[in-house]
């Protein structure tokens, strides 16, 4: 996976490129919990994404309590079907913000 | 019936993610079907990675058969586990109440259509399957 940051209106935008699996979960986790010390909402491009599993769940969940303990905003976009339906059978669809 | 023997570390994630997909790819499964395949696979191989030899590294047989349905089974020489008695995560609580982890085995279950354990002479065998329609 590769992870391009921009900031773009206002918000910081990471770029998912590639699979979010056990191995690249914590890369992405180094990159976008600092973020939330920057004050700018964040915004997680999944447009080149094509795979999140269970590794990457958690770190999308730390980055939602993140979150609501910093006031700063994440959310998603470009979130493929697939995707889609792993964050619906697992109940993220609801605890995750889509732009 | 295709087959792949690697230690069980999760270091070779990757080679066996590419080992389903190249044998899903040659049946020509869809990629929606073959996406959430590959998560159920690495789900259970990482599972083995970092619980089966606890600080040890062991191996893993990984047996593969492409027919009306895919069948996936992933042999190891670990402590007894059977995955299918852990408790399922409660999907409906809010990120504040919700646990970080704990979910690989439940998505494993909502992804395949059939899981199912056996211990056979001190070996671990789980056995995934999903039909193609």
């Given amino acids: 996976m590769t992870i391009e940051k921009k900031v773009e209106n206002g918000k910081t935008v990471l770029l998912l490129n590639g699979r979010l699996d056990t191995t690249t979960a914590p890369e992405l986790q180094e990159m976008l919990i600092p973020e939330f010390d920057g004050g700018k909402d964040l915004l997680l491009d999944f447009t080149e994404l094509v795979y999140v599993s269970s590794a990457g769940l958690r770190v999308l969940l730390l980055g939602e309590k993140t979150a609501k303990a910093t006031g700063v905003e994440q959310s998603l976009k470009g979130v493929s079907d697939e995707i889609m339906e792993i964050f619906e059978m697992t109940g993220f669809a609801d605890i995750l913000s889509f732009e | ?108 279950k909502q992804i395949m259509d059939a899981v199912e354990y056996r211990n056979a002479s001190g070996k671990n065998i789980l056995t995934i399957k999903k039909n193609q329609v």
């Fill in chain 2, 1 to 108: 019936m295709k087959e792949l023997i690697t230690e069980a570390k999760t270091e070779n994630l990757d080679a066996v993610l590419e080992f389903v997909e190249t044998e899903l790819d040659a049946a020509e499964l869809n990629k929606k079907l073959q996406t959430h395949i590959l998560v159920a696979v690495e789900e259970v191989f990482v599972n083995i990675a970092q619980y089966a030899y606890n600080s040890e590294v062991g191996g893993t047989t990984i047996r593969l058969a492409v027919g009306d349905e895919v069948v996936i089974e992933f042999e190891d020489s670990g402590k007894p586990y059977n995955p299918l008695e852990s408790e399922d995560p409660d999907t409906t609580l809010s990120a504040h109440e919700r646990k970080v982890g704990g979910l690989g085995v439940f998505m494993v």
